[in-house]
Nanobody, 125 residues
Framework: QVQLVESGGGLVQAGGSLRLSCAPS????????MGWFRQAPGKEREFVAA????????YYADSVKGRFTISRDNAKTTVYLQMNSLNPEDTAVYYCAARVWSSGSYYSTDGYNYWGQGTQVTVSS
């Protein structure tokens, strides 16, 4: 059973920073794209950022451009989300996702095949 394991969430004050990490446990996925999504209480899960291994090419939601950076390690096993200038609107559960065979959009949840369990990010004002 392949699992994605996120870490790095927590409580931070507005204006602060956090760095999330995500890595597969068990066998390697062979994923060619990894993404981060988030879900706030009472809201739909929304796209945050994605990185395509070839390039690498990166994609961001407008709401996080210039503040968040997605990256990967050279072994292409771990993906990171550096989050700077956090504000209370960034409070959500953040999910890591891997795209292996899906043909859906990078910006959509149906573009990914594997998901992590989520890590809570809370930004206080």
């Amino acid at each position: 059973q392949v699992q994605l394991v996120e870490s790095g969430g927590g409580l931070v004050q507005a204006g602060g920073s956090l760095r999330l990490s995500c890595a597969p446990s068990g066998r390697t996925l062979g994923a060619h794209t990894m993404g981060w999504f988030r879900q706030a209480p009472g809201k739909e899960r929304e796209f945050v950022a994605a990185i395509v291994w070839i390039g690498p090419n990166t994609y961001y939601a407008d709401s996080v451009k210039g503040r968040f950076t997605i990256s990967r390690d050279n072994a292409k096993t771990t993906v990171y989300l550096q989050m700077n200038s956090l504000n209370p609107e960034d409070t959500a559960v953040y999910y890591c996702a891997a795209r292996v065979w899906s043909s859906g959009s990078y910006y959509s949840t149906d573009g990914y095949n594997y998901w992590g369990q989520g890590t809570q990010v809370t930004v206080s004002s």
